[in-house]
C-alpha cells in the first residue's frame, strides 16, 4: 500500500486539523500555529502553493520549525485498526506514515 491511498489528496483545513479527502485524518497543527499559515502549508502538500518553512526538521511523525514543534502526521489507529481501520499491521502502517512524513518534508523544506 502506498501512502496516497490512504492519505488522499487534497487534503482539507478545518481549524488546526488537517483532513485527507478520503476523511482519513492527516495532521494535527499544534494550537499555537495560526490559521493562515496552516491553509498555506495544506496548499503546497496539495499543490497549489510553494510555502517553504526553511527551519524544518521532523523526528517520526512529529515536525518542527527549528526547536518549535508545530504539527504531527495522524492516522495510526485508521491504519492499524480492526473496526473500521485497515487492520495493517504496525510495520505496515509505520512504512506507510513514514512515506508520508517524508512527502510532507520534501514538499515543505526543499
Given at each position: 500500500?502506498?501512502?496516497?491511498t490512504y492519505y488522499k489528496l487534497p487534503l482539507r483545513y478545518d481549524w488546526g486539523y488537517v483532513w485527507?479527502?478520503?476523511e482519513t485524518m492527516a495532521l494535527t497543527f499544534d494550537i499555537s500555529f495560526d490559521t493562515?499559515?496552516?491553509q498555506k502549508v495544506v496548499d503546497t502538500l496539495n499543490g497549489y502553493g510553494?510555502?517553504?518553512?526553511p527551519d524544518l526538521n521532523f523526528d517520526g511523525v512529529?515536525?518542527?520549525?527549528?526547536?518549535?514543534?508545530i504539527f504531527c502526521i495522524r492516522g495510526w489507529g485508521g491504519l492499524t485498526g480492526?473496526?473500521?481501520g485497515l487492520g495493517l499491521?504496525?510495520?505496515e502502517a509505520a512504512i506507510?506514515?513514514?512515506?508520508?512524513?517524508?512527502?510532507?518534508?520534501?514538499k515543505l523544506k526543499e
Open positions: 500500500m502506498n501512502w496516497r485527507a479527502s478520503n493562515i499559515t496552516g510553494d510555502f517553504k518553512i512529529d515536525f518542527f520549525d527549528g526547536d518549535t514543534y480492526k473496526g473500521g499491521t504496525g510495520s506507510i506514515q513514514d512515506k508520508f512524513s517524508e512527502y510532507v518534508f520534501k
